[in-house]
């Protein structure tokens, strides 16, 4: 009777070994790196305007109503405050400094820097700080995907031209890492920031930055069932 026990715990301990064994280094395998390029247009500009205003401890929960109210006047868009600072001066006024930026369309640039004076006021100024022709999040994440089905596109040719040279081996996609998605930098020069400061009409030029996609794929086909048989027994 213990003899048969003894079988029994042997087999229990050797069935699992063999199901454990991997299979992956058996299989044959092509690495290879692919690379999409695009270029992502975009008719928006980033804005930023900077913020300087005195005001009363009494209207400081108005503040960034207030504050939203008149940056709606140099462009009717979603304004962020991004950053807000206040200190207290001698006379007793708080000085707020802040910042706000919106994504505005290049039509709604021209004279921007002139708009900011027109709004400003005595013990609060609005200031034209930066413009940057930069794609929106929407953007980017839309070209990243279009990116991402042309590198799709690229591991798929390569698995049917595998498998016309070698069709007894049947490859097909075994993993695939992303392993660079190099993000479009800010886009600014003098010329298109005068462009914004100035009182002329948009042209209506989308401008482009180039987003480059690098992908590290690796080809498959299943091993030789010989070799599989010869590791089971």
Known sequence: MKKWHLILLSACWIFPAWGDVSLDPLLNKVTLQLTAEQWVATKTALVTIGINASVNDSDLGKI?????DTLN??????????SFNRTLDQSGLENIRAKAE????????????????????????????NVQFIPSDDEIRNANRVLR?????????????LN?????QKYYLHQINFVNETMPGPVQNAALFMKAAAPVASNGLAVGNKLRMVALVELAAAPNQDVVKMIHD
């Not at 960034?64 to 939203?68: D, F, W």
């Not at 006047?73 to 991004?82: F, P, R, V, Y």
């Not at 089905?149 to 031209?161: G, L, P, R, V």
């Open 73 to 82: 006047q140099l462009g009717k868009t979603d304004w962020h405050i991004i």
């Open 102 to 129: 919106a994504r505005l369309p290049e039509s709604a640039l021209a004279g921007l820097r002139d708009k900011a004076k027109s709004v400003s006021k005595p013990g609060e100024t609005f200031t034209l700080d």
């Open 64 to 68: 960034q109503s207030h504050l939203l």
């Open 164 to 168: 016309n040279f070698y069709p007894e």
């Open 149 to 161: 089905n042309t590198i799709y596109q690229q591991a798929k040719a390569e698995i049917d031209q």
